[in-house]
């Protein structure tokens, strides 16, 4: 992913509310506004964009905005804002996080709280290119019937949930014995 790419990502994602970026609640802003404050021209933005190998950034005619993985202080986004811009997913057969050893006994005790952000996010499968996460060490299968609430699709094929309970964690499987699993980077 290039520098513009990474810049345009955080902007939308994480930084929007504290550099003054007028932004509707579910995530949209207008690209003039966005090349000005990241003194970026709309080829530069236009590469930036493809160039994201997360998909996280969709464009729509003037505006731009991150499908997904904001910060849920700090951002003029609202939870319910982006939920009614995503797809409703019902059924789902099943649902996937990674995480790593060193917060598995939390998770297990606690169940997985969005944290930061406005929802945490799941992957489809286990093999899936998407709703993945850095220093994986292990995937929790997560048993879509025992969740509080719906399970919403971005458009970059993230699922996401507002928290999931401990009573819906149904498997813990070691993420290297997985066959085709690279759970990094997303």
């Known amino acids: 992913m290039s520098q513009a790419s990474r810049q345009l990502s955080r902007l939308l994602r994480h930084t929007a509310g504290d550099r003054g970026l007028a932004m ?3 995530g949209w802003a ?8 990241l003194k970026m021209d709309r ?3 236009a590469s930036a964009v493809e160039q994201n190998d997360k998909a996280r950034l969709q464009v729509d005619g003037e505006r731009i905005r991150a499908c997904q993985g904001h910060s849920a202080q700090g951002m003029p986004v609202t939870r319910e804002a982006l939920e009614n811009s995503w797809r409703r997913v019902h ?3 099943e649902l996937w996080h990674g995480t790593n050893l060193g917060v598995l ?3 297990l005790r606690d169940g997985l709280q969005p944290g930061r952000r406005t929802h945490v996010h799941l992957a489809p499968s286990p093999n899936s290119p998407v709703g993945r ?6 995937l929790l299968g997560i048993d879509p019937a025992q ?3 719906p399970v919403f699709e971005a458009p970059n094929g993230v699922l996401l949930v507002r928290e999931v309970p401990p009573r819906a964690i149904s498997q813990v499987l070691e993420a290297d ?3 085709g699993a690279d759970w990094s980077g997303r």
Not at 30 to 37: A, M, Q, W
Not at 133 to 138: A, E, G, I
């Open 133 to 138: 996460r850095s220093r994986v060490d292990v």
């Open 105 to 107: 006994d939390v998770i």
């Open 24 to 26: 509707s609640p579910d």
């Open 43 to 45: 080829t530069a933005l």
């Open 91 to 93: 059924p789902v057969d």
């Open 147 to 149: 969740l509080d609430g």
């Open 177 to 179: 014995a997985v066959h």
């Open 30 to 37: 207008l690209i003039e506004d966005v090349c000005k404050l």
